[in-house]
């Protein structure tokens, strides 16, 4: 159950992500940090559930450290955004929530090497 709302978690995130960005307006410096952030938030959960059928418990480990780089690449493109003043409710539930994503990633990690 556990795997299945982090998965959720995961998903939400990207979705949430990509609403958010629909409120932004058009302009030259938010169209390339969108691009960037629509590839880095959807990319934590594509690799998520890539290294859900990993083959051994390296290729999983592997797999979630590429999830843990994306997690903290949305994170940095959002707190950009927050800087440049675009600041919202929803921003602000963004950016927690990429930071609990990224202690979630980095713990699982951890945890697989000292398994390993």
Do not use: H
């Amino acid at each position: 159950m556990k795997e299945n709302n982090l998965l959720d978690r995961i998903f939400n995130f990207s979705v949430d992500t990509l609403k958010f960005l629909r409120t932004l307006p058009l302009n030259d410096e938010l169209k390339v940090i969108k691009y960037q952030l629509i590839k880095s938030s959807t990319s934590v959960g594509a690799n998520y559930e890539e290294s859900q059928g990993a083959s051994s418990k390296a290729d999983f480990n592997n797999k979630i450290r590429i999830v843990l780089r994306e997690a903290r690449e949305s994170n940095y493109w959002l707190r950009i955004i927050s800087a440049l003043d675009y600041k919202s409710d929803k921003l602000q539930t963004l950016l927690q929530e990429s930071k609990e994503l990224k202690n979630i990633f980095g713990a699982i990690l951890l945890k697989g090497n000292k398994e390993g």
